[in-house]
């Protein structure tokens, strides 16, 4: 099964609206931690957010937003006010720390475009 | 300021020539180290990863291999190319402490095996 699963292939928003990217997540871990890389088109992978699970609070950087749903197993990236510099691909990840290593996995990604 | 390179920033090379992909972290000092592969339209495998000098994990068996000769440089390599090696090639970098997880990447390798 897959470890997280991101089920938008392509998204699209009008600039300056907000779009939400989906991501839901499969662990028994009782500690991980989830975050948003952006790609853009250049190919290299941008650090966005990070979200732990004993984390009270929703994270916020910037623009960017995670809503985590720990019951839910979701953990989407809302990005609000669109920029025509945001299209870009958007990869999910979680870390676990069974086992003492840490190897994140990365979902299949959403693609954004946003319009003008 | 921690910065990572890589180069070189795109290859073509033929089926059967060797590989060799350097990484290297200016900055910090101990980082774990990572390879990763991105097949086009796909999302991220990881290859090889490395918490120090001389230890390398591999998590995906195949022709290619990872060397850590010294602490912030990372080196991928292949003795035969397979047309199956073309991809995207990310190395990334991440503090060996508990309290930070986030990767950072550099700009990637672009390799075509003909």
């Known amino acids: 099964a897959q470890k997280i699963t991101q089920t938008q292939p392509g998204m699209f928003v009008q600039e300056k609206e907000a779009v939400t990217l989906d991501c839901t997540y499969d662990t028994s871990d009782p500690s991980y931690g989830l975050f948003w890389y952006k790609q853009p088109s250049s190919g290299e992978m941008i650090f966005l957010i990070y979200q732990g699970s004993y984390d009270q609070q929703n994270a916020t950087e910037g623009r960017y937003s995670l809503n985590f749903q720990k019951a839910r197993k979701s953990a989407n990236l809302v990005i609000s006010a669109s920029q025509l510099g945001d299209s870009a691909m958007y990869f999910c990840a979680m870390r676990e720390t069974a086992g003492g290593s840490y190897i994140p996995t990365f979902g299949r990604g959403t693609s954004l475009i946003v319009h003008p | 300021s921690q910065t990572i390179h890589q180069w070189p920033a795109t290859l073509v090379q033929p089926v059967g020539s060797p590989l060799s992909l350097e990484c290297t972290v200016e900055g910090t000092s101990n980082p774990n180290l990572y390879w990763y592969r991105q097949a086009a339209g796909r999302g991220l495998q990881l290859l090889f990863y490395s918490v120090g000098i001389g230890q390398i994990s591999s998590e995906v068996p195949q022709n290619l291999s990872a060397s850590r000769p010294q602490d912030r440089q990372f080196i991928l390599s292949s003795k035969k190319l397979l047309l199956s090696d073309s991809g995207f090639y990310l190395c990334?970098?991440?503090?060996?402490?508990?309290?930070?997880?986030?990767?950072?990447f550099g700009p990637g390798t672009r390799l075509t095996v003909t």
């Open positions: 990334a970098w991440r503090t060996s402490g508990r309290d930070r997880y986030e990767q950072y």
